[in-house]
């Protein structure tokens, strides 16, 4: 095994940490919000994108504490993300509607971090169900959320071949997979199980590196046998640069809950 370098270790935390920042601070796995509970309106959504962006009173004035949402704790971590990603930028787009009516809203975050003669890509994104009252989002349930954060001259292509929900006690693949021929290129990687603790707090988890053999990286885990959540931290080193990767994965107790 070889142990990461004090950058990957770096790299990978911001990585491991930016999942939760996009809207919405805490997770609430299938949150339902109140019958007299409305969309957001893509005025809203346009409002709240400017807010996150740009930061000031105007975001404590679109958000109220409920379902899944801490205003106080979006705050703070976009804070904290434009610390490391000065340049940040929210998009928050309307889409199709869930089987129980609620709206869903997909929410991207790009931003670069430079340092040591490296300039750091970040893409992450989250697909949410809001809910609003009063011209105020209310409540948010998160059902499919991923981080990527690549270093290079260019944007090296990777494929995140992991799944947005499982069933309790389920065995599945995690693969996160190079798209181009390696063409002899020697890879390492490494695959880390993060805690509700360690996401919450923003923790910056140590990964163990070994050379692949193949086009990425490869694992069958199993979910845990009660719902909730588990969240991957995927890294991979290539002499073209770094990629590493977060993913949430939603466990059920139920099929009809794999696709919402």
Known sequence: ???????????????????????????????????????????????????????????????????????????????????????????????????????????LIKGTHAQGGKTFRLDARQWLALNSSAGRITSQTVLREQTILRSGDSDLPVSLQIPDAVLTGQRYDVDVVFDEPLDGAVVAGGLLGLSSRETKAMAMPRVELGALGGGGLFKTVQAPYTPGEQTWAVLLVHPQGIVTATKRVRVVSDRTQLSP
Do not use: I
């Open 1 to 107: 095994m070889l142990r990461q370098s004090r950058l990957s270790r770096l790299v990978h935390a911001w990585a491991g940490r930016w999942g939760a920042v996009l809207l919405g601070a805490m997770t609430v796995t299938g949150a339902v919000a109140p019958a007299w509970a409305a969309p957001p309106s893509t005025t809203q959504l346009q409002a709240l994108a400017l807010a996150l962006s740009e930061g000031g009173a105007a975001l404590g004035g679109l958000l109220d504490a409920g379902p899944g949402l801490d205003p106080a704790l979006v705050e703070l971590r976009r804070k904290a993300l434009l610390k490391q990603f000065p340049d940040a930028s929210w998009t928050l787009t309307p889409g199709p509607n869930l089987r129980d009516g609620r709206q869903t809203v997909e929410v």
